[in-house]
């Protein structure tokens, strides 16, 4: 399967643990997208690289919240000291960069990190 | 905040078309529309996209009215494996120069019924 993968699927965590989630997306895809959803609403844009360059980060991601993409390929999004408030599904998409400065419109989207804080 | 106004849910028969409409008065000349569904549990899956002109694929059609305030997705012969929640998003095209970040409202819960 030549997708975008997410890992884990499931974490569960006690408040004030650290976690951390893993997305490996479509190989060669330059642009990589974290997005967060909750419960009966549709995903939220947390922050995404070009690369390895962190580009943009959304106002929903605290000081608590880091992502790294170090080499341009795999990415991790840290939660740190969890809150309830916290669990969500929290999303990865890719997608690839076309000819002439254009991305290719689709994300791909991965299955998804479903997170339980206690 | 989402720029697309969508019915909350919507039933259909098995085997017949699915029009999902959405509203979308505030779109921009830039800005193309576009469709993703997202099955129970699973990630949103990319359907369709277009700037004004009618647009189908394999897996449906999209329908954007002239003045560009609404659009029609049409599902031709839904199945059951068609029941998700559907997204109606208006952005520009993902360039170099922008974010390509997807903003998502609440979407149609379309149920497929036998």
């Known amino acids: 399967d030549t997708g975008v993968s997410q890992n884990p699927r499931h974490k569960i965590t006690k408040r004030g643990q650290n976690v951390t989630f893993r997305c490996d997306p479509i190989?060669?895809?330059?642009?990589l997208y974290w997005y967060r959803q909750t419960l009966g609403q549709g995903p939220e844009f947390l922050t995404y690289?070009?690369?390895?360059?962190?580009?943009?980060k959304s106002r929903l991601l605290s000081d608590r919240f880091s992502a790294e993409r170090p080499k341009g390929s795999f990415s991790t999004l840290e939660i740190q000291r969890t809150e309830q408030g916290d669990s969500a599904m929290y999303l990865c998409?890719?997608?690839?960069?076309?000819?002439?400065?254009?991305?290719?419109?689709?994300?791909?989207f991965g299955p998804g990190t479903r997170l339980l804080v206690l | 905040d989402a720029k697309t106004t969508q019915p909350t849910s919507m039933d259909c028969a098995e085997g017949r078309a699915a029009n999902l409409p959405c509203n979308h008065s505030?779109?921009?000349?830039?800005?193309?529309v576009y469709w993703y569904r997202q099955i129970h549990s699973q990630g949103p899956q990319y359907i369709i996209h277009?700037?004004?002109n009618n647009e189908t694929n394999e897996m449906a059609s999209l329908i954007i009215t002239e003045d560009r305030k609404s659009s029609t997705l049409i599902l031709p012969h839904a199945t059951l494996r068609d029941t998700a929640v559907y997204y109606c998003?208006?952005?520009?095209?993902?360039?170099?120069?922008?974010?390509?970040?997807?903003?998502f409202g609440q979407g149609t819960t379309l149920q497929v019924k036998p």
């Open positions: 690289f070009q690369n390895e360059a962190q580009l943009e």
């Open positions: 998003i208006v952005s520009p095209l993902p360039l170099a120069s922008n974010t390509g970040k997807l903003i």
């Open positions: 505030t779109i921009s000349g830039n800005e193309y």
């Open positions: 998409a890719s997608s690839p960069r076309l000819a002439g400065g254009l991305y290719q419109e689709t994300q791909y």
């Open positions: 277009g700037l004004k």
């Open positions: 190989s060669e895809h330059n642009r």
